[in-house]
């Protein structure tokens, strides 16, 4: 399994961006998946942004930015989103997707340890 994130970029705060990862070697449109999205600031630890399990079963966010960032997918593209809005400073991180063959509960779903494949990472930096 394969994953290349971007979108990324400079943006003003209260700005918009959206994110893609392409997936190879694994179908969003079948089979048993998590994937999910991931930011790490500098000095920080890798925080879970948001994640989507195989088949109609719902999402999940991290408490920071509830309300503001949707998770997506394009099955058809075998891409999956995350839209960002209302950007906040706190927001500035590099990006990461990440995916698992097996479909996670969504209580841990964040936590970046329970993910196999990880894409290369796409830099946000919100200017206040």
């Known amino acids: 399994v394969q994953l290349q994130a971007s979108g990324g970029g400079l943006v003003q705060a209260g700005g918009s961006l959206r994110l893609s990862c392409v997936v190879s070697?694994?179908?969003?449109?079948?089979?048993?998946?998590?994937v999910a999205w991931f930011r790490q600031a500098p000095g920080k630890e890798r925080e879970g942004v948001s994640c989507?399990?195989?088949?109609?079963?719902?999402?999940t966010y991290g408490d920071s930015v509830k309300g503001r960032f949707t998770i997506s997918r394009d099955n058809a593209k075998n891409t999956m989103y995350l839209q960002m809005n209302s950007l906040k400073p706190e927001d500035t991180a590099v990006y990461y997707c990440?995916?698992?063959?097996?479909?996670?509960?969504?209580?841990?779903?964040?936590?970046?340890?329970?993910?196999?494949?990880w894409g290369q990472g796409t830099l946000v930096t919100v200017s206040s």
């Open positions: 070697g694994l179908a969003l449109a079948s089979g048993s998946y998590s």
């Open positions: 990440a995916a698992r063959l097996t479909r996670l509960l969504l209580s841990v779903c964040l936590g970046p340890s329970s993910y196999v494949y």
């Open positions: 989507i399990r195989s088949g109609s079963s719902g999402s």
